[in-house]
């Protein structure tokens, strides 16, 4: 798991300069609440609502990400009030808060947009159950959200405009079908009563602390598309708290709240969830449960109780995810792993012909950004086959030709690094054979996505670079005819 954090491709460092603008953003919103004169609880609803919009505006365009940015605080300012005015109103605090999780997940039809003001929306609302966020602190926490929404988006357009020419890919809409056939609409109802469970669960536990329940089942339902990844996610949720829990008793315990040594590790721990967050669902929970457990010091409450409270509740938001997606409308895998797999491949055939047309002298040909959209595509590839590849799959030799697949998979994101990086070379010249090689790799993108088993291996490398990774490509595509699909024909994950 620390090889998988640490030493993930990271093409342009766009992990590592998204981890440190966070820091940046979020730490401005903070002064700036702080200078305003805000009390720990309006300085925490800002932070808070800094750290959602860095982090889940995702749209295409840096004018669709500033759009998205402004309608924030209007889908979040009213979700706020009424979870504020329903605050001593139980009952209709419940039913108002499962209505935003229904529709905050399915709103995530419409793209990214609609994914981020979902999200925004829930966590508002959960934010205030938080805080105990009561109507007379309404204008505080309002003009704390405005302006931390606003410092983040001076850093993101201003300060530090980097623009994110392809988003992380959405999760895949089906391509027909209406009500339930819809699979944003089952994943509606299925993260309703999944939040339902746990709501009355978590009550159950701790009549203060039950939200933590709620949350936990909604962010394993966060970009997933099917019951396995659901159920991994699950999995790695608890994982992450456990561990982000034990390093909380070590470190976030002993400093008490103070305020110094408390900002220095909550900006350690906004740079590791925003770091890690692309590669690994365990460590971006380990550092998540951290952050909270810091928030909880400069509050006054941090207990080991309050941790092991925090763990019990985790652990019921789990099982009502596990319990939705297994009982209610259940999505299978096999559909959505290989809508991830064929868009992987069609982007290797995309990224050979940018980096050969740049090797043949066109200036309009530009390799990166596909292969930033490869790595994209890979990770989406990996989450959708997590469920089989995981130690406690029982199917062995579906576990196998799903461990080749990413292995292959992952050959060919490095052929094209190398390839790409050849091409960027200003004195790297136009070979006539690589034409013909990657005539070769788009006929082996066609009979891997076609259903096709006839593929031909190449023979032996040529030393040019450029050749050699063409090469490497088209052994690495011929090689995973064979565990996409067994003998019979059935698919990687079956139904």
Known sequence: MLKRVFVAPDPGRVRLRFAARAVLGIGLAVVACAVAGHSVTGAVTGGLAALLALFTVADATVRGQAVTTALLPVVGLPVLAAAAELHDVPVARDLVFLAVVGVGVYVRRWGPRG?????????????????HAAPGQLPELYAAVLLSVGSAAAVRF???????RLPPPPVPAPSAGTGLARVTTRQAV??????????????LVSGQRWYWAVGATWWIFVNTASRGETLVRGFRRVLGTVIGIALGLLVAAPVHGAPVPTAVLGAVAVFGIFYTAAVSYTWMMLWVTFLAELLYGLLGVLTPDLLALRLAETAVGALGAVLAVLFVLPVTTHLTTDAWIQRALRCVHACTAEAAARLAGSAGADPAPRVAELEQLLGRVRLSVAPLVHPLNPMHGRKRRARRVLALLDDCAREIRGLVAVAADPEASHDARLAAACWRVEAAVEALTRGSEHITAPAEPPAEPALAHLHGLERALAELAEPLRAPSGSPLVGA
């Open 158 to 164: 201003g300060l530090w405009c980097y623009e994110r």
């Open 115 to 131: 994914h981020s003001l979902g999200v925004f929306a829930f966590m508002t609302f959960f934010v205030a159950q938080f805080l």
């Open 190 to 203: 299925q993260a309703t009563a999944g939040a339902g469970f746990a709501l009355v669960a978590g009550q």
